[in-house]
Structure formats: C-alpha cells, structure tokens
C-alpha cells in the first residue's frame, strides 16, 4: 500500500464488496471468506481478488495476497484477530476492533447506531484495563479518567507494506508517564493527544463509512497526517515535525 497514490475511483465490483463485507462483519461477528463473498455477490475467484486489491490500496481493507484464499487480515473498524480493543454490544462480544483510534469511531457505524458501544482494552505500557463506553460517535464515559491516545510510529513509516504496522502503533495509555515508559520499551518516540482529541481524528471516517456507498479511497500522505495530529494539539517533535 504506497504512499501519495494518485486519486483513483472504485469499481463497482469493488463498492460492491467494501459494502457487503461491512454488513456481514457487523451482522456475522466475523469476516466473510471467499465463498461467503461468491455466493453473496456472484464474483469468481479472480473478481474478487481484483477488488480485495483495489480495497486495499484504497486503504480500506488489509489482506495477505501472498495466501490463494485472499486472507482478510483486517476491514477497519474491524480485525480477524485479537487486537488492542474487544467491541461489547449488550454485554456480549462482538468482535476485536483493528486498532485504539477505530475504537473511537466504531459507533458511529449505521448497525451500531444508538447502542451503547462498550470498548475493552489496555493501558499498553503496563496492560491495565481501561473501559471506554461510546454511543453514535459520542463518548458516554472513560475508566479510568485521563486515558490518552498514543501514536508510536511517524506517518512517515505507515502503509510500507499495508496498514498493518500503522493499526499496531495506535494504543491506549493510562496518562503522559506510562506513555513515556510504552516508549523506552518499544525503543520508540510518538505522539499522544487525549481521547477526545483522538475521535476527532477519526471523525471523518466515522461519518462517513457505512453512510457514503461510494465513499473515495484513501490516500496515505505523511505531511497532511502530521499536521492534522498538530492541528489537534499534539506535540509533534518527536517525529522531527
């Protein structure tokens, strides 16, 4: 998935499958193989291969394409495997979610809509527990208080391979020392911003999935993420900005 890709337009094959593979992750508590996807929307085999490729460059999806069955890795907010956050829905999981700023955006979804969302994840300097309860892109509550969003890994180095290592940079911390100490660990410098801060970063996306059918790929440009993190008040020296 490279950096500063030229805007280009979904195929309807494309479209097609972004919108049925968000309906049955949110229905299915699972992602859809390539059988699911066939008998769903009629595709053989190499359409939709073709349109997992586009998905991806798009930045909406993450899959292995080394795999002959097209391994759906991640579809933000969601991920195949455990993650850094687990999505409750009336007390009952639901799925893991790709990554800390997904779970701010994740209730906004149009199946989630007016739920109250319960997010489970760690502080991960120390791997407390912290609670986060969101309902339609409105935070209702935080346990602990003071939790921050923390960015380990520049803008700059994102999307090499896919959005995996981006997903994987994004954490919860207790507060501005343990993201401190998650540093010396990990032997990297980032950027933290409170949760607020962090839901407005994902505010785009989160009005805009599941509500836009034919919402445009993404485009994965370093310089314009930095700032966006300094337009939010983050204090963006550690990645030499």
Not at 45 to 58: P, V
Not at 116 to 122: M, P, Q
Not at 192 to 219: L, N, Q, S
Request: one cysteine or more; aromatic letters at 12%; proline letters at 6%.
């Amino acid at each position: 998935m490279p950096q500063h890709v030229q805007p280009f337009e979904f195929t309807d094959d494309a479209l097609q499958l972004r919108q049925f593979i968000f309906e049955y992750w949110c229905e299915r508590k699972v992602a859809p193989n390539l059988r699911n996807m066939h008998e769903a929307l009629g595709f053989d085999r190499r359409r939709i291969q073709q349109a997992l490729k586009q998905l991806q460059l798009g930045i909406m999806v993450v899959v292995n394409q080394e795999t002959q069955n097209c391994d759906l890795l991640k579809a933000p907010p969601f991920s195949s495997f455990p993650s850094q956050v687990e999505l409750y829905l009336d007390d009952e999981f639901h799925s893991y979610i790709g990554w800390a700023s997904e779970a701010m955006a994740v209730s906004n979804m149009p199946p989630f809509q007016a739920q109250e969302c319960r997010l489970e994840a760690f502080c991960a300097c120390c791997l407390e527990p912290i609670t986060i309860l969101d309902r339609s892109f409105e935070l209702l509550g935080c346990d602990p208080e003071g939790v921050l969003w923390h960015v380990s890994r520049s803008p700059w180095d994102w999307g090499d391979v896919d959005m995996g290592s981006m997903c994987d940079a994004m954490n919860f911390v207790l507060d501005a020392e343990h993201a401190e100490r998650y540093e010396r660990q990990i032997g990297m410098r980032g950027v933290h911003c409170p949760i607020e801060a962090g839901k407005e970063f994902v505010r785009y996306t989160a009005e805009i999935r599941m509500h836009d059918y034919h919402w445009p790929p993404g485009i994965m440009d370093p310089a314009l993420i930095i700032e966006r993190f300094r337009d939010l008040g983050c204090d963006v020296s550690a990645w030499g900005a």
